[in-house]
T-cell receptor, first 112, second 112 residues
Framework: DAKTTQPTSMDCAEGRAANLPCNHSTISGNEYVYWYRQIHSQGPQYIIHGLKNNETNEMASLIITEDRKSSTLILPHATLRDTAVYYCIVRVVAGANSKLTFGKGITLSVRP | DAGVTQSPTHLIKTRGQQVTLRCSPKSGHDTVSWYQQALGQGPQFIFQYYEEEERQRGNFPDRFSGHQFPNYSSELNVNALWLGDSALYLC???????????FGPGTRLTVL
């Protein structure tokens, strides 16, 4: 699986959009971009994933650049409950539940 | 619908001892993966079980072993514990053919 690079930390104000960047310059054509988050003392939680088109669900939006070398996770209206470590992962989806390779992630702090 | 459950929540062992951790997957899921998360690090993949067989394995020594039962629940066994085995052990379940892994809350193992 390709490696990803994320800033160590960032913060944003409650109610504002949080834009979390991720670089994955060595991503292969068959690798998807996944985002998980881990709130303190809990297991990681799936957020969203995509291949090359932008994706949106009830939690977030995922914007992938045209060359697929980077992506941005957008939390449109951050709340205090969104304070967590966010992991960007690239992964081959082979229909066989392939493993997740986590880095250190980015710590998002949402301030009141 | 219960999510992924793990037991025990916390555990304290001494060096050289053996430990067994347990995981019940989300209802309907057939695959269980185990991850180790050291303090301040992202989770690291240990192994994955499907149809009672180990299907994938990460870079962990043979001291780490597992089992999956016919009801899809799973155990992680660690022999000859080291201080470095102190970590949060996470179980994730998934269903073959789908992409999302659901994580349990983890078992916090402390080796003294």
């Amino acid at each position: 699986d390709a490696k990803t690079t994320q800033p160590t930390s960032m913060d944003c104000a409650e109610g504002r959009a949080a834009n979390l960047p991720c670089n994955h310059s060595t991503i292969s054509g068959n690798e998807y971009v996944y985002w998980y988050r881990q709130i303190h003392s809990q297991g990681p939680q799936y957020i969203i994933h995509g291949l090359k088109n932008n994706e949106t669900n009830e939690m977030a939006s995922l914007i992938i650049t045209e060359d697929r070398k980077s992506s941005t996770l957008i939390l449109p209206h951050a709340t205090l409950r969104d304070t967590a470590v966010y992991y960007c992962i690239v992964r081959v989806v082979a229909g066989a539940n392939s493993k997740l390779t986590f880095g250190k992630g980015i710590t998002l702090s949402v301030r009141p | 619908d219960a999510g992924v459950t793990q037991s025990p929540t916390h555990l304290i062992k001494t060096r050289g001892q053996q430990v067994t951790l347990r995981c019940s997957p989300k209802s309907g899921h057939d695959t269980v993966s185990w991850y180790q998360q050291a303090l301040g690090q992202g989770p690291q993949f240990i192994f994955q079980y499907y149809e009672e067989e180990e299907r994938q394995r990460g870079n962990f020594p043979d001291r780490f072993s597992g089992h999956q039962f016919p009801n899809y629940s799973s155990e992680l066994n660690v022999n000859a514990l080291w201080l470095g085995d102190s970590a949060l052990y996470l179980c994730a379940s998934s269903l073959t053919g789908l992409d999302e892994q659901f994580f349990g809350p983890g078992t916090r193992l402390t080796v003294l």
